[in-house]
């Protein structure tokens, strides 16, 4: 069979969208579906089968906890990433409103190219009167430092939220060195404020999350970035970090969030943190091999295209591969790619579709309108091939060439 019907009847479906939601490892799924046989019941109910319930779930977020280098009371369960981060933002305001602070009284301080629901929950604290300091970004997607001392200046500033890799272009944020310079700045103030919240949701698959390494006071983990099941993640914070809950109705999770607990969920989430943790190195090889491959191939056949964030190396996450190829619409190569068996993205999948913006990532690394649109994001997983690796640049190759091929013929 030529290449080109091949790629008209694919012969494979190559799944490159794995910081969207990374494919469950099937030793997780095992421990899953044997936890919903086995706990049953309502971790809060009194009987046998409530206790074991409740056995299960304590030792699962001790799990957690100790792949963190938490203490077990400090992780609270979630339903995901964009929970997690809702809570460290809005739980921490409203508990300052109890303690007798004015929401104008506060101020938060966030880069540019933060996870939408961090984002989106300081433009909804922002409605409130709360003062929303946006912390630019270099042309590698890194956090400028002189712009983090300038909103540190600010007597309001309350929190300091950074997202540790990003969803988007990959990029690692120098977290030791943030939560050093927000240290300094609460010892000049001799005040426990301002504290440090990172989106650790991607960190995990390509580098070790630690909450006292970091020294951050509270940390956003999400299951499904990690192999793990959908639905599930936690928001780990020291005892420092001042939060009321977001859901009543329960004493659960230390009384910050009601509703009964999924306790499969969570077993799974617990499995998938311990596995995540002890094969990290050899996945990470692999995932760079295969990186460098992509890489590799794309450039060497494929004209006019860029790579968006930093280089290969240890400032970027190895799941993560995303190029601008100029002259075409990223939506365009998405459905493209897609018919022809390989799955990409365009920008972070908790944005709608449409619009034809682009990324909004890359337009704040690039200032480029055109090089933000034509963006596609390839994120890698463990199960990728170097087979699947050639198909999809390959399929890539032929749906650039139809696409640029279309817009000669629009401009003719």
Known sequence: MDAQSQHTHPQRRVYLDAMASSPLDPRVKEVVCEAFDRYPANPGSLHQEGREARKALEHAREKVARALDALPMDVVFTSGGSEGNTHALHGLARALQREGRGLSEMAVALLDIEHASVAEAARALAYEGVTVHHLPVDGEGMIVMEALERALQDPRLILVSVVAVNNEVGTIQPMREITRRVAAERRRRQDRFPLVHSDASQAPAVTRVSLKEWGVDALTIDAQKIYGPKGIGALVRARSYPLVPLVYGGAQEFGLRGGTPNVPLI???????????????????????????????????????????????????????NLSFLGVEGEYLILGLDAKGVAASTRSACHLPGGGMGSEVVFALAKDRERAKSAVRFSLHPWLTTEDISYAVCVLRDVVAQGRGVLAQGAA
């Open 267 to 321: 077993v799974g989430f617990a499995e998938a943190m311990v596995l995540c943790n002890a094969q990290r190195d050899a996945r990470v090889q692999h995932l760079s091999r295969l990186g460098r491959q992509f890489l590799e191939e794309t450039l060497r056949t494929i004209p006019e295209v860029v790579l968006n964030g930093p280089p290969p190396g240890p400032y970027r996450a190895a799941t993560n591969i």
